[in-house]
């Protein structure tokens, strides 16, 4: 996997001397779209709306019925009634593609863009892309880049749900590069030195990052699937309801777990498998690429909405033995009224509304 902490976190797809607007981020995930208003350079969350999607309206960054999700879209932008009318909105990782590029020493920042894209048109036969870059580094006659490049396809789509709704896209950025801006942000102003994991524990797919010294150092995702384990355990704990009636299967679940205060051995031990996959890969990958060991006492921060599984967080902590937390407690106050899972759930939104903002 290409290294994604030697360029920046956000991709800068708008013209030089465009100044972005303050935004509200919007997030459209597999289960629900996410919305939130940040208080103007805070992150201290002014307002936010997670409205449910119903299974397969959107799976794995694929939205399958586009005017459905715009009119949610339209309706929750309503409900919100934001002081901010753009918004950043995110493509999800498997829709980019990161490379490294060599190039000659250029007098001016357009002949090295047109010189990238000539070499992405030579190897993709397609001019149908966008792409940002940053330097890694220089030598006497060449410098190595690392190009991120996407399908206008892919862009486009995102960008026309949100025009059928009339509200304007400010920024596009690609979802774990939002998170981990967010995550710098979060782990310098609370001061957590040393290496760190951040796991993001979703309902359709799990998320590594590892910060040393509050800079990234390596990323990695794995794609999961709960769905039908949710429905058991649902029609378990609710037999008066049908599955065709509940839109939000995986909320819905959690709700009546933490009510009932059950935990479901099988789930968490599915779960726990599969944290310990992707731990191992990115254990693997970062002693392989740059050549770092990375310790089994390192700290881990969870996030998501299913860290609040009963029993998981207990089992983390017995397999990693190592101390382990939400990440609701790095925001510093003024978001306490926000219950935990919610705001577990709406990060990526958060990451999205720091477009526009200046925080420290």
Not at 304 to 329: E, F, Q
Request: a negative charge; hydrophobic letters at 45%; aromatic letters at 6%.
């Amino acid at each position: 996997m290409k290294k994604i902490h030697q360029y920046i976190s956000k991709i800068k797809s708008i013209i030089v001397g465009y100044k972005t607007p303050a935004c509200v981020g919007l997030d459209i995930a597999s289960t629900a779209i996410k919305m939130v208003e940040l208080v103007p350079n805070t992150l201290k969350i002014a307002k936010y709306t997670i409205a449910p999607l119903t299974k397969n309206m959107v799976n794995e960054g694929v939205i399958n019925d586009i005017e459905k999700v715009s009119d949610i879209i339209r309706d929750q932008w309503i409900k919100l009634n934001p002081s901010h009318r753009d918004v950043a909105i995110s493509i999800p990782y498997n829709a980019i593609i990161i490379k490294e590029v060599k190039a000659p020493l250029f007098k001016n920042k357009y002949e090295l863009d047109q010189f990238i894209l000539d070499q992405l048109i030579k190897e993709l036969d397609t001019d149908d892309i966008d792409f940002d870059y940053s330097i890694i580094n220089k030598e006497a006659n060449e410098q190595l880049l690392s190009v991120v490049e996407a399908k206008k396809e892919k862009i486009e789509e995102y960008q026309a749900i949100i025009q059928m709704t009339g509200i304007q896209v400010a920024a596009i950025d690609v979802e774990p590069f939002a998170i981990q801006h967010l995550l710098k942000l979060l782990l310098s102003r609370n001061k957590i030195d040393g290496k760190v994991i951040l796991l993001d524990l979703g309902a359709t797919k799990i998320r590594v990052f590892v910060f040393d010294n509050c800079e990234s150092i390596i990323f990695n995702e794995i794609a999961v699937n709960y769905h039908h384990m949710f429905e058991e355990i649902f029609l378990k704990l609710d037999q008066k309801v049908r599955l065709q009636d509940v839109a939000d299967i995986y909320s819905q679940t959690l709700k009546l777990l933490n009510e009932k205060q059950i935990t479901d051995e099988q789930l968490v031990e599915l779960m726990l498998s599969d944290i310990s996959k992707i731990l191992q890969l990115v254990r693997s990958n970062l002693l392989v690429e740059r050549k770092i060991s990375l310790s089994a006492n390192v700290p881990i921060i969870l996030m998501g909405g299913n860290t609040v599984i009963p029993g998981l967080i207990d089992k983390i902590i017995n397999y990693t033995k190592t101390d382990v937390k939400s990440i609701a407690s790095l925001f510093q106050g003024g978001n306490s009224y926000i219950p935990e899972v919610d705001l577990l759930r709406i990060i990526t939104a958060v990451s999205l509304a720091t477009w526009g903002q200046k925080i420290e």
